[in-house]
Every structure is written in C-alpha cells, then in structure tokens.
C-alpha cells in the first residue's frame, strides 16, 4: 500500500503533526514501517507533545502521551488528557493512550508523555508492565519518577522545550483547572 509517509520522507514538524491528529488505527494508511523506524525518541516526544496541544486548544489540560512498540517502533496507542472536554477525572494522556491501544502487551512497549504522570498514572503503567517511560517535562511536575524506578520501570527524562512552554503557560492561564487534574475538585475549594 502507498502511504505518504515512507523512507524518503523527511522527518517534519508537518509529518509529526499529522501522525498526531490522525486516528492511531488509521496510522497505517498515513505512514509505513520504513518511516516508523526512522521516528526517534524526540520525534514521539514532539507526537505527545502536538497531542497536549490539542487537549489545550480544546481548552483541557495539555498532556499527552504515546505508546511505541520497542521492536517496530510503530504507535500503539495515543492520547490526550480529556478531563474537561468528557468530563472524566482520570482520563489523562497515559490513560488515554492505554484505552487508545487497548488489550496489548504493554511489557514490549514504551510510554512517551508530555508531562511526569501523576501518582495514578504512573502506578497504572506499573501495573500493565511497561519496561519503559519516557517523561517530557520535569520543570513544570515531577515526582513520580523514583516511584517507577522502584517498581523496575526504566525512567528517561526527554524534556521538549515547547511541552515545558505549553504546561507553564497553562498553569498561569487556569491554576484552578491544573490544581483540579492532578488533586480533584475538593482541591480547589
């Protein structure tokens, strides 16, 4: 099958954008195994972090996350945090990107998130066994990397300067909203 995507595709901003918007079950339409390959660990952080900037622009919290399989380096899984737009307290960008990717097993996988998971978060990827995370932002929160390591999930800190950008803006825009996603509504009274 023709894709858009292939191994003589430069690796652009557009491409990242477009591979983040699109459906993940739709990815192969948009995108072959040869361009997969050539995607690195910046390029699924810039992927998570497109898909925090569209939780923003729908005026949620910017988080996302992707789920790249370690030996194809193809996207299992996608999403954002939607805890405004459906009106859930736990659908973040790690848990979006694990319902995203469904029934799989996650011990032959590798998180990528925009910001450090919450303690909910980061217990659940321990729990599903990922062998590894990687976190995009640790200026704006942090604190659940030991947690991980404890429980034999490798930690990499891959900070994008446009996530950290995004995240700080948010937080100065609507405290309230950031203080609500990471300790409830009762925290914000």
Known sequence: MDTLLDASTPVSEAALVAIAYMPTRSLPTLMNDDFARRLSDADFMRIAVWLAQKSFDEGGCPIGAVIVDNATRRILGKGHNTLVQENHPYHHGETSALR??????????????????????????????????????????????????????????????????????????????????WKGLSATR
């Open 100 to 181: 995203d990717a469904g029934r799989i097993d996650f011990g032959r996988t590798t998180l990528f998130t925009s910001l450090s998971p919450c303690e909910i978060c980061a217990t659940l990827l321990s729990m599903r066994g990922f062998c590894r995370v990687v976190v995009g932002d640790v200026t704006n929160a942090s604190g659940t990397e030991p947690l991980l390591k404890a429980r034999g999930v490798r930690v990499d800190i891959l900070e994008d300067a446009r996530g950290i950008e995004l995240y700080a803006r948010f937080r100065a825009e609507k405290p309230e909203l950031d203080l609500e996603d």
